[in-house]
């Protein structure tokens, strides 16, 4: 990390630490990594993922537009290419869990969460927003990794259906050193409020939470 990032790091590890308790929140990726889930959730998942897949790529080029930093359009625009190949990998996953048992389709529950960053795309200030989307971005990937072990471990999932989870659960840092370049000029032009950076990732914790619990409740073992 560059030397001139440490603000940016500071604010993003305490952020995470204040965030971290309610991490294990989510109820649906113990019942997956366990084999207590049912297997139609798989379904919905492929299902409410089409839907939020296509709602983020979107949300990022329109972060990216918006953005009048450079670093901030990189981190941006960078994030944008990984949701169109994201969405591609559903594909399979659809294929293998088949279709949605559900009744009323898309949830609300699961679309708050797309709901909400459409919202950050077109009035939140570039780094604060960048700071809500990477404090998330670890409990993210470690949900994923945990939902694509319990799919081989006790559904028989192939690779090729796991794919969209692997794919969010491998480490990238080139984009944590984006979010930090793009964090840390925010703090540099004094146009990163630390409060508003902690409320937005507040609520894309609870935003994201609300997708995993929705099904939760809903597909109860």
């Known amino acids: 990390m560059p030397a001139g990032e440490e603000p940016a790091r500071e604010l993003l590890s305490e952020i995470q630490r204040e965030l971290a308790p309610r991490d294990d929140d989510n109820r649906l990726v113990p019942l997956v990594a366990s084999g207590a889930a049912p297997r139609p959730v798989f379904a919905a998942i492929a299902a409410e993922e089409r839907w939020i897949v296509r709602s983020d790529w979107r949300s990022f080029h329109a972060l990216a537009a918006r953005a009048d930093e450079p670093r901030a359009r990189e981190f941006f625009g960078g994030l944008a ?5 994201a969405l591609g990998k559903l594909d399979a996953l659809a294929a293998a869990a088949g279709e949605d048992p559900g009744t009323e389709l898309p949830r609300a529950g699961c679309q708050a969460y797309p709901a909400y960053f459409a919202w950050l795309a077109l009035n939140g200030e570039a780094a604060e927003v960048a700071v809500a989307i990477f404090a998330n971005f670890a409990a993210w990937g470690r949900y994923c990794a945990a939902i694509a072990a319990g799919m081989r471990e006790h559904y028989g999932f192939a690779d090729s259906a796991c794919a969209f989870f692997d794919f969010f659960a491998a480490d990238v840092p080139e984009i944590e050193e984006q ?14 409020d630390a409060g508003r ?3 937005y990732a507040r609520l894309f914790q609870s935003y994201e939470l609300m997708f995993w619990n929705t099904l939760a409740d809903e597909f109860r073992a």
């Open 179 to 192: 979010a930090l370049a793009a964090i840390q000029a925010g703090l540099d032009a004094d146009r990163l």
């Open 197 to 199: 950076a902690r409320t």
């Open 81 to 85: 290419p990984g949701e169109q190949l």
